[in-house]
Every structure is written in C-alpha cells, then in structure tokens.
T-cell receptor, first 113, second 115 residues
Framework: DAKTTQPNSMESNEEEPVHLPCNHS???????IHWYRQLPSQGPEYVIH?????VNNRMASLAIAEDRKSSTLILHRATLRDAAVYYC??????????????WGAGTKLIIKP | DAGVIQSPRHEVTEMGQEVTLRCKPI?????LFWYRQTMMRGLELLIY????????DSGMPEDRFSAKMPNASFSTLKIQPSEPRDSAVYFC?????????????FGPGTRLTVL
C-alpha cells in the first residue's frame, strides 16, 4: 500500500487559514487521496477526497500537486472546533483491498484563540 | 439519520471475561467495518462486511476475537476471553457501498478497559 507522510503536529491561530501538507511520493495512478479528521473523543469523520483535480466542499479545499506526489488540505478560516487529528489516506481503486482506509499517524492541529 | 450507533460507550471488565460490542450501521448502508484504536498502534481495521458477509478478517488479532453480522442492521464484535492488552477504543463504521469514493461514517466508539 502506498504510504503517506504528514507532520506530527501544527499550530494555527483562530480565524486564519490552515494548510495541512501530505506527501505521498509512491502514489499510483489509481490512488484516490482521502482526508478524514478525528475530533477529541469522537470517531473519525470524512473531510474531502480527490484524484487529480483540486476539490472544494463546505468543510475544506484539497489542492493536489500536478505530479500527485503531495497534496494540501486547506481550512480557509480555522475555528477552535477544527482542532483535531487530520489523516491523509490513499485508497487504490484497482485492488481487492480497496475497501480499506490505511491510516497513518495523522497531524494534530492545534488552534490558538 | 441517527448515524452509526455503538453500545456500550464504555466497558470495564476483568481479564478472562467475555466482552460483546454492538453496532447498528446507518440504514441503507451495505458495508460495515470494525476498527481498533490505541496510542501505540493508531487506527487498525479488524474486519469488514459487505452485504452482511465477512470479506476480510485478516486484521483480527487472534482467535479470541470474533465478529458477526446476522442482518443488515446489526453487528457484534466479541472478545473471549478478554486480556488487558485488548484495552482500546473500538469503532464501527458503515458505508453505502464499496466503491472507491464511498465515505465511511464512524460511530462514537466503545472504550474498553480490561483490568
């Protein structure tokens, strides 16, 4: 399975944009990039996913590098409620194990008031 | 929709006892996943079902663990006998299908402590 690398933690100020990086240099052409986050004492929740093009939804934006070896999750205006562990995950569309999300350690995002 | 429902939310038991964790997936979802989360190992997939059939149980740690899905609205994860190293938060998740873009929806988890 392709691997992702994320910083262990990041800090940001409230109401400022946050850019969470993810490196996936061994990504294959059929790997989708998924982001989930886990708020304290809760189960993970879906944030966004993409394949090649940048994606936007009500929660965040996903910017994917042209060579797809890295991506960035963008929270446009972070609030205290965005403090969580953010996971960058690859899912391969072509393999039997495509049901699975292979979880790394994630990035702990700390929001300062 | 109530989301994925798990019970109990907390369970404290003694080593050697049987533990049963329960999950009700979101109505209409065809895939169900059991995960375990610990500080040391992070989030690990234990087993997943599609249309009530176990597809891959390679993540189940050993024979003391078993999971069933008797119908589309209920699943159990059983540990017998339990050991202190089984202490963890156990999550159940469901998804509408099994295509690559299907979102997994997680329950609140069951925090298991084995003394």
């Amino acid at each position: 399975d392709a691997k992702t690398t994320q910083p262990n933690s990041m800090e940001s100020n409230e109401e400022e944009p946050v850019h969470l990086p993810c490196n996936h240099s061994t990504i294959s052409g059929t790997d989708y990039i998924h982001w989930y986050r886990q708020l304290p004492s809760q189960g993970p929740e879906y944030v966004i996913h993409g394949l090649t093009s940048n994606v936007n939804n009500r929660m965040a934006s996903l910017a994917i590098a042209e060579d797809r070896k890295s991506s960035t999750l963008i929270l446009h205006r972070a609030t205290l409620r965005d403090a969580a562990v953010y996971y960058c995950i690859l899912r391969d569309v072509g393999r039997d194990s495509n049901y699975q999300l292979i979880w790394g350690a994630g990035t702990k995002l700390i929001i300062k008031p | 929709d109530a989301g994925v429902i798990q019970s109990p939310r907390h369970e404290v038991t003694e080593m050697g006892q049987e533990v049963t964790l329960r999950c009700k997936p979101i109505s209409g979802h065809n895939s169900l996943f059991w995960y375990r989360q610990t500080m040391m190992r992070g989030l690990e997939l234990l087993i997943y079902f599609n249309n009530n059939v176990p597809i891959d149980d390679s993540g189940m740690p050993e024979d003391r663990f078993s999971a069933k899905m008797p119908n589309a609205s209920f699943s159990t994860l059983k540990i017998q006998p339990s050991e202190p190293r089984d202490s963890a938060v156990y999550f159940c998740a469901s998804a509408q299908g099994y295509i690559i873009t299907d979102t997994q929806y997680f329950g609140p988890g069951t925090r298991l402590t084995v003394l």
